[in-house]
C-alpha cells in the first residue's frame, strides 16, 4: 500500500516558468514531510521541508504547500531553472510524541525537465 | 563537514552469495537508515539504528539486516542474495536539532548492486 503517491512521473517546464509538483498522502499520522531532489548516480539531497503545524515554508525559489485535510502537498519552484531537472521525491515522516526519528516513507518520484 | 560515505560504490555478486555495504554518517550524526531504491518501488525503508540498537525496521525479509557500530558507522548485510536483490542501497543520517525533534536526513551516493 503506497501510503506517498506522486501521480504524475514525468513533468516538463519552460524555463523561467513555475515547475508545481504533487504529493498526496493517506496516513494520518505523517506530520512531517520533506522534499528531495536526485540527481543520476547520487543520493537524494534534501530541500525544503514542512511541519503539520505550518501551511507554507518558502526557502529562495521553493515553496512547500501543506493541506492537511486534503492530505497533500505541492512543491513550487519559481523560476524554473534548467539547473532544476532531476527527479523529486516527496517524503513523509510521523515523529510521535517521543519527537524520535521515525522512518521515511517516500513517493515513487516525479522527473522534472526545464527545458530552454 | 564531511558527507556521508558508502563503501564500495558498485559491486556484483551472484544469486546465493551474501553481501555488506558499509557507511560513514556525518560526523556528530547517531541515527543511520538504509533505504533501497529500485526503478519501480522508489525508495523504500529498510531499518533505522540509533546509538547501535536497530529502532525501526521496515517490510524486508530476515536476509536484510544490520548493525552499527559505537563511532555510529553502521553496516548492513544481505544474506542469500536473489535477482531482485539488485538495486541502489542508500544510507542517510540525521541529528537531532533544537526542540528533540530530529531533522532532515543526509544520503549518501549510495552502493549499487547487482545481483548475476
Known amino acids: 500500500d503506497q501510503q506517498v503517491k506522486q501521480n504524475s512521473p514525468s513533468l516538463s517546464v519552460q524555463e523561467g516558468r513555475i515547475s508545481i509538483l504533487n504529493c498526496d498522502y493517506t496516513n494520518s499520522m505523517f506530520d512531517y514531510f520533506l522534499w528531495y531532489k536526485k540527481y543520476p548516480a547520487e543520493g537524494p539531497t534534501f530541500l525544503i521541508s514542512?511541519?503539520?503545524?505550518?501551511d507554507k515554508n518558502e526557502d529562495g525559489r521553493f515553496t512547500v504547500f501543506l493541506n492537511k485535510s486534503a492530505k497533500h502537498l505541492s512543491l513550487h519552484i519559481v523560476p524554473s531553472q534548467p539547473g532544476d531537472s532531476a527527479v523529486y521525491f516527496c517524503?513523509?515522516?510521523?515523529?510521535?510524541?517521543?519527537?524520535?526519528?521515525?522512518?521515511?516513507?517516500f513517493g515513487t518520484g516525479t522527473r522534472l525537465q526545464v527545458t530552454l | 563537514k564531511a558527507g556521508v560515505t558508502q563503501t564500495p560504490r558498485y559491486l556484483i555478486k551472484t544469486r546465493g552469495q551474501q553481501v555488506t555495504l558499509s557507511c560513514s554518517p556525518i560526523?556528530?550524526?547517531?541515527?543511520v537508515s538504509w533505504y533501497q531504491q529500485t526503478p519501480g518501488q522508489g525508495l523504500q525503508f529498510l531499518f533505522e539504528y540509533f546509538s547501535e540498537t536497530q529502532r525501526n525496521k521496515g517490510n524486508f525479509p530476515g536476509r536484510f539486516s544490520g548493525r552499527q557500530f559505537s563511532n555510529s558507522r553502521s553496516e548492513m548485510n544481505v544474506s542469500t542474495l536473489e535477482l531482485g536483490d539488485s538495486a541502489l542501497y542508500l544510507c542517510a543520517s540525521s541529528s537531532k536539532v533544537a526542540g528533540g525533534a530530529f531533522g532532515e536526513q543526509f544520503f549518501g551516493p549510495g552502493t549499487r548492486l547487482t545481483v548475476l
Open positions: 517524503a513523509a515522516s510521523a515523529y510521535g510524541v517521543t519527537g524520535t526519528a521515525s522512518k521515511l516513507t
Open positions: 560526523s556528530g550524526h547517531r541515527s
Open positions: 514542512i511541519s503539520s503545524i505550518k
